[in-house]
């Protein structure tokens, strides 16, 4: 099970952290994507990726720079630190897992998880 906390209501240039709290799945034996979905009835956009290990991580164009992902395997949680945030970054946040330390295509497709949270909404707006 993958539940997310974090979002909220944010200005424009501010920060959020989001968390991605694991249960059911062994420490380090999973990897984790951070997804999000912008407006109903889009598809999902992957945000960012890390290997289960928390060697590998990869990151969208559009968030590079300004978001860092990172895990603690101890608490089986992974955060998503967002910074500089901007109105394109408002939508549903969800985590998704995968039952390997590594997915073959990158962790940006929807496609490569078979676990998913129910998401959180973050809201960049004035």
């Known amino acids: 099970q993958l539940v997310e906390s974090g979002g909220g209501l944010v200005q424009p240039g501010g920060s959020l952290r989001l968390s991605c709290a694991a249960s059911?799945?062994?420490?380090?034996?999973?990897?984790i994507g951070w997804f999000r979905r912008q407006a109903p009835g889009q598809g999902r956009e992957g945000v960012s990726?890390?290997?289960?290990?928390?060697?590998?991580?990869n990151y969208a164009d559009s968030v590079k720079g300004r978001f860092t992902i990172s895990r603690d395997n101890i608490k089986n949680t992974v955060y998503l630190q967002m910074n500089n945030l901007n109105p394109d970054d408002t939508g549903i946040y969800s985590c998704?897992?995968?039952?390997?330390?590594?997915?073959?295509?990158?962790?940006?497709?929807?496609?490569?998880?078979?676990?998913w949270g129910q998401g959180t909404q973050v809201t960049v707006s004035s």
């Open positions: 990726y890390i290997t289960g290990d928390g060697l590998i991580t």
């Open positions: 059911g799945f062994t420490s380090e034996h999973y990897s």
């Open positions: 998704a897992g995968a039952l390997i330390n590594k997915t073959p295509y990158g962790g940006l497709g929807d496609f490569e998880f078979d676990y």
